[in-house]
């Protein structure tokens, strides 16, 4: 499912116009971003939690040459799906 196609069932469900839906939906999409960057959990009870990870620096290897690199350490978005959700996936 593409973005526009997520607006336009939002707006559906919603009875909001297309444009209103589309600012709603971008407007939840920047706050989780914002929140994560600032290292904030968002969770939303039944849907799942979106959480900072943090991958520890390690050691790789370049296929093509076989060298080995040092891989720095980084944070990633995680996200973590919540009882309401797997239901409705399992069904």
Do not use: C, W
Not at 7 to 25: C, H, I, M, Y
């Amino acid at each position: 499912m593409t973005k526009q196609e997520f607006v336009d069932l939002v707006a559906e469900e919603s009875k909001l116009t297309k444009r209103d839906a589309g600012a709603a939906v971008d407007a939840v999409l920047e706050v989780v971003k914002k929140s994560l960057a600032a290292g904030k959990d968002v969770t939303f009870t039944g849907f799942g939690k979106f959480s900072v990870a943090h991958r520890a620096a390690r050691t790789g290897v370049n296929p093509r040459t076989g060298e080995r690199l040092s891989i720095a350490a980084s944070k990633v978005p995680k996200f973590t799906p919540g009882s309401s959700l797997k239901q409705a996936v399992r069904y």
